[in-house]
């Protein structure tokens, strides 16, 4: 569960040194936001603005973050979606998600930066250990985000 439950946004030019809880910093200069962890550990989360990583969207009242915020590099592990300044838990991912999420990570940033042999990511795909067949969601995901529409 969620220990924030709303960030207010606050534009700036750079990051401040101290980020108070509950506020979400955004530095159009720097293409980047940052925020303490909505979870309450007090860990800072920081998300680049980049065309592989998060996007940010300003309706004039309110800021949204997509993709959501996984924090698999801290120790709470949290995971929530910012929509509309509000905070929305995304539920605890298993370390082969965490995996997954990695890989399409690391392969899109090949593709878009062109790095690899012929743009493809070097990182062998994960191996997925399970025997129930992927949701209806999971295969459109993944039809939506391959090069072979």
């Known amino acids: 569960m969620m220990r924030v439950k709303q960030l207010a946004h606050r ?10 809880e509950g506020f979400l910093y955004i530095s159009m200069a720097y293409a980047t936001a940052a925020h303490r962890c909505c ?5 800072e989360v920081v998300t680049p603005f980049t065309p592989t990583d998060w996007k940010m969207t300003f309706d004039g009242e309110s800021v949204s973050l997509w ?6 590099t801290l120790k709470c592990r949290s995971h929530y979606v910012i929509e509309n300044g509000k905070v929305l838990s995304a539920g605890r991912w298993s370390d082969r998600q965490v995996a997954e999420a990695r890989h399409r990570d690391h392969a899109a940033k090949a593709r878009h930066y062109g ?3 012929s743009g493809a990511s070097d990182v062998p795909p994960v191996e997925s250990t399970d025997s129930v067949p992927p949701s209806l969601w ?9 090069d072979e529409k």
Do not use: N
């Open 39 to 43: 979870c309450g550990c007090g860990e």
């Open 67 to 72: 993709p959501s915020v996984g924090s698999w």
């Open 115 to 117: 790095t690899g042999p």
């Open 138 to 146: 999971k295969r459109m995901w993944r039809w939506a985000t391959s």
């Open 11 to 20: 534009f700036v030019e750079c990051l401040p040194e101290h980020l108070e």
